[in-house]
């Protein structure tokens, strides 16, 4: 796929401060946002900033190639879209337009069981090749039925997610009246005429749905109906007993995110589990948690040989990817990066950030002396 970047957005910085003039308030907000103080979120940054690498100007080098071998597949660089709920609220859309460009680009994408987007509208257009990030369900029908359309579908990779325990407490959602799921105030509404764009987008493509959840919704919810039923399905939280029926229903690879300690992990390997991305949510749960990258190293160095250690939270480029495979990460992941890609540019969103993403993180590559991503490790500088 063309390596396609738009000059005026060169990097997320540029893309984030768009996407907050295109998209209406209570949506940024709900995008760009951690819980509480923001301290998780900040960490996330301040942590992976600390990473420094050493270049190896005088080794012997012929080119950087950024194929990642990952469960059986080589993708064209150790990157992904991580699962991001209520997508098409934040532009209409986007994960579709997400899931495309990642196929396009040979990269992984990951619908969340609560976007806008269907896991068969996301398989048609990604040839099968998208994974699927399930919420536990409360009912054990659900899941079933979830797992099996998953697999239906061609999906080879399920995430289950392990840090939702509770929903995080998001003060900016909380005044723009914006929970899970979304209430639509009169100074909501108002701020959607401010932004044209995103109002005409929504109109062509209708009002934000939950569409893989739609089947098992009864019909003709209202708002606050809606959220009951979203918060009874989703009340399940996870546990030993429930990964491994999942183990035992699923036949592709098993990923669990949200990892962040040994005791976690060790039973997930027990459980047969393929993967962990180590993640907090992009700082969006436990705001008095550790940064992701810090538990990433430790269990990266502990477990590379017994389960694939990868890892999100606070990763905004080229430097980061890097930093975080440098520390032990087989492979890395965004969400909110790619979101506000769609934000600004809206259709080209996806492709230019991709591209973005590939660009810099070629240049890093090359810059270090780096010819394999296996060989990221050689060039942290350990202090
Ligand atoms: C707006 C938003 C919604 C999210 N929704 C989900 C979700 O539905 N399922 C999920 O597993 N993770 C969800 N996440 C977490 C992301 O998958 C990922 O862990 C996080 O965005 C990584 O941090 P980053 O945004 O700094 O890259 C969400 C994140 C954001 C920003």
């Known amino acids: 796929m063309e390596i396609k970047i738009n000059p005026k ?43 420094e690498l050493m270049p190896q100007y005088l080794s012997k080098f012929d080119k950087s190639n950024l194929k990642t071998e990952l469960f059986g597949h080589t993708y064209d660089a150790p990157f992904g879209i991580a699962p991001v709920g209520l997508q098409g609220l934040m532009w209409p859309n986007s994960p579709e337009i997400l899931a495309k460009a990642a196929f396009n680009h040979n990269i992984p994408f990951i619908l969340s069981t609560v976007t806008t987007s269907s896991i068969e509208r996301v398989a048609e257009l990604t040839e099968g090749k998208s994974w699927f990030q399930l919420y536990h369900p409360a009912e054990e029908k659900v899941k079933r039925d979830l797992l099996d359309r998953a697999a239906h579908a061609g999906t080879d990779v399920l995430v289950i997610l392990a840090d939702v325990p509770t ?13 899970m799921p979304p209430s639509m105030s009169i100074k909501n509404i108002l701020e959607v005429f401010k932004k044209p764009d995103w109002a005409i987008q929504t109109l062509i493509h209708g009002q934000p749905a939950f569409k893989t959840m739609e089947k098992y919704m009864p019909k003709g919810l209202n708002l606050k109906k809606l959220g009951e039923f979203m918060d009874a399905t989703f009340s399940g939280r996870l546990n030993e007993d429930r990964i491994a029926s999942i183990r035992d229903q699923w036949k592709g690879k098993l990923v669990i995110k949200g990892v962040v300690n040994e005791i976690d992990a060790q039973k997930a390997i027990n459980l047969g589990v393929d993967g962990l991305i180590v993640s907090n949510h992009g700082g969006r749960q436990l705001d008095a948690g550790q940064s992701s990258i810090v538990p990433m190293t430790h269990l990266a160095k502990k477990y590379k040989n017994d389960i694939k250690i990868m890892v999100d939270s606070g990763l905004r480029g080229g430097p980061d990817i890097a930093r975080a495979m440098a520390n032990g990460a087989e492979f890395t992941f965004m969400g909110r990066s790619f979101m506000y890609g769609v934000g600004a540019l809206g259709k080209e969103g996806g492709n230019h950030t991709i591209s973005l993403m590939k660009r810099e993180f070629q240049q890093v590559m090359e810059q270090l002396c780096c010819e394999n991503v296996t060989d990221l490790p050689k060039h942290l500088i350990v202090n």
């Open 167 to 179: 929903f995080g407490y998001r003060p900016r959602d909380v005044r723009n009246g914006l929970a």
């Open 9 to 51: 957005y060169p990097s997320v910085t540029d893309l984030r401060k768009r996407a907050m003039v295109k998209m209406p308030k209570f949506a940024f907000e709900y995008l760009d946002g951690g819980c509480n103080e923001d301290i998780n979120l900040d960490k996330n940054r301040t942590d992976l900033q600390k990473i």
